[in-house]
C-alpha cells in the first residue's frame, strides 16, 4: 500500500475550518498573501487543486509577514514620489489650444488624455485614468481639474483652454480693414 501524505489540517480534517494562505487573489474571499479560514473541503477540492492558495504553515506566515513589511515600505516611497510629483503639477498651469466658435464653445472637446498630454510635454508624469473629470471641457475658459495618483494622494491642476491660432474666428471689429487705394 502506498501512503500519500496530504498537507495538515486539510485534508480529512474534522476540523470546522482550515488555514490557507491566497496565492492569487479569489473573488468573495481575500487577496493574494491573505491567511483566510474556509472549509477542508473547499481548500481540499479547489484552491490546491487550482494553485490558487497553499497550507498556511508557521513558516508561510512568517514568510508573509515579511512580505508584507516589504510591500508596505515599498509603498510608503512610492507615495512619497507621488506626493512630489503632485506638488509639483499644483504648482503648474496646463494650456490647451482648441478651435471654437464665436461663443467660445469648441468644436470638439477636451477631456483626460488631452490633460495628460499636456501635463506630459511639460515635464509631469500624469495618465490619463489620474485625470477626474466631470465630464468633457466643451467650451473655452479656465478649470480647475482634480487629479488622483494615489487614493492617498490628490491634487488639483489649473487648465487653460484657449482658441488655437489657426482656428481663431475674429468678429468683423477686429478684422483689419484695408483702405482703398
Given at each position: 500500500?502506498?501512503?500519500?501524505?496530504?498537507?495538515?489540517?486539510v485534508a480529512g480534517s474534522t476540523n470546522s475550518s482550515a488555514e490557507?494562505?491566497?496565492?492569487?487573489?479569489?473573488?468573495?474571499?481575500?487577496?493574494?498573501?491573505?491567511?483566510?479560514?474556509?472549509?477542508?473541503?473547499?481548500?481540499?477540492?479547489?484552491?490546491?487543486?487550482?494553485?490558487?492558495?497553499?497550507?498556511?504553515?508557521?513558516?508561510?506566515?512568517?514568510?508573509?509577514?515579511?512580505?508584507?513589511?516589504?510591500?508596505?515600505?515599498?509603498?510608503?516611497?512610492?507615495?512619497?514620489?507621488?506626493?512630489?510629483?503632485?506638488?509639483?503639477?499644483?504648482?503648474?498651469?496646463?494650456?490647451?489650444?482648441?478651435?471654437?466658435?464665436?461663443?467660445?464653445?469648441?468644436?470638439?472637446?477636451?477631456?483626460?488624455?488631452?490633460?495628460?498630454?499636456?501635463?506630459?510635454?511639460?515635464?509631469?508624469?500624469?495618465?490619463?485614468?489620474?485625470?477626474?473629470?466631470?465630464?468633457?471641457?466643451?467650451?473655452?475658459?479656465?478649470?480647475?481639474?482634480?487629479?488622483?495618483?494615489?487614493?492617498?494622494?490628490?491634487?488639483?491642476?489649473?487648465?487653460?483652454?484657449?482658441?488655437?491660432?489657426?482656428?481663431?474666428?475674429?468678429?468683423?471689429?477686429?478684422?483689419?480693414?484695408?483702405?482703398?487705394?
Open positions: 500500500m502506498v501512503h500519500v501524505s496530504r498537507p495538515r489540517g490557507v494562505l491566497l496565492v492569487h487573489d479569489v473573488e468573495h474571499l481575500g487577496k493574494r498573501g491573505e491567511i483566510v479560514k474556509v472549509k477542508p473541503g473547499y481548500a481540499r477540492n479547489y484552491l490546491l487543486p487550482h494553485g490558487l492558495a497553499t497550507v498556511a504553515t508557521e513558516e508561510n506566515k512568517k514568510m508573509v509577514e515579511l512580505h508584507k513589511e516589504k510591500l508596505k515600505a515599498i509603498e510608503a516611497s512610492r507615495i512619497r514620489d507621488l506626493t512630489k510629483i503632485a506638488e509639483a503639477v499644483s504648482k503648474y498651469s496646463a494650456t490647451i489650444e482648441a478651435n471654437a466658435t464665436a461663443d467660445n464653445t469648441l468644436y470638439g472637446s477636451v477631456v483626460a488624455r488631452d490633460i495628460s498630454d499636456a501635463l506630459k510635454a511639460a515635464g509631469h508624469k500624469i495618465e490619463p485614468d489620474h485625470v477626474k473629470l466631470d465630464g468633457p471641457i466643451k467650451e473655452l475658459g479656465m478649470y480647475t481639474v482634480k487629479l488622483k495618483l494615489h487614493e492617498k494622494v490628490q491634487t488639483e491642476v489649473k487648465v487653460w483652454v484657449v482658441p488655437s491660432a489657426a482656428g481663431v474666428w475674429w468678429p468683423a471689429s477686429f478684422r483689419r480693414i484695408e483702405s482703398p487705394g
